[in-house]
């Protein structure tokens, strides 16, 4: 990361963050990427379909949807729940920036022809704001194109 060298990153089977992960984290979200670090985060704890039940456990439609969720609580962006409420559905996350509130106005789902997913929010300022995730051969291949 820059001129730093970190890692591992991957824990032992059933422990935290690894203390290099955990301090690669912190030079993300301290150093030049670090607005970067926190959106990609962000869309981690955002980007989903999970449901939180009553008892707080997380349910999802794939083991890697979970494990992206709990990926982004690790590096401390916690989808904490989703409330459907008309057309819209309000996700909160806890960020270290404190609590957070997200309008989701539509939800693209996950489907094998698209191999991809986006939840469109309102931004704070009104605008739409498009959070897509999806297989890395899909998604380099959409960012490579030049947009129309």
């Known amino acids: 990361i820059g001129e730093t060298v970190v890692g591992p990153f991957l ?3 059933g422990s935290e963050m690894s203390s290099s992960g955990a301090e690669a984290l912190q030079v993300m979200l301290r150093g030049s990427c670090a607005v970067k670090t926190s959106d990609f985060l962000n869309t981690l704890a955002l980007c989903h379909t999970v449901k939180c039940d009553s008892s707080g456990t997380f349910q999802a439609e794939s083991p890697d949807e979970l494990a992206l969720v709990h990926a982004a ?5 916690s989808f904490v729940d989703r409330i459907n409420s008309g057309h819209e559905t309000v996700y909160t996350v806890r960020c270290p920036t404190g609590t957070q509130e997200h309008v989701a106005t539509h ?11 986006s939840v469109i929010y309102r931004s704070k300022c009104g605008e739409a704001l ?9 998604m380099c291949r959409l960012l490579a194109s030049p947009l129309p």
């Not at 609580?73 to 962006?77: H, L, N, R, T, W």
């Not at 939800?107 to 997913?117: C, E, N, Q």
């Not at 498009?130 to 899909?138: E, I, L, Q």
Request: glycine letters at 10%; proline letters at 4%; aromatic letters at 8%.
């Open 107 to 117: 939800v693209l789902g996950f489907t094998s022809d698209r191999k991809r997913m």
């Open 11 to 13: 824990p032992l089977h």
């Open 130 to 138: 498009v959070m897509t995730k999806g297989a890395d051969n899909v």
């Open 73 to 77: 609580s690790q590096a401390g962006f």
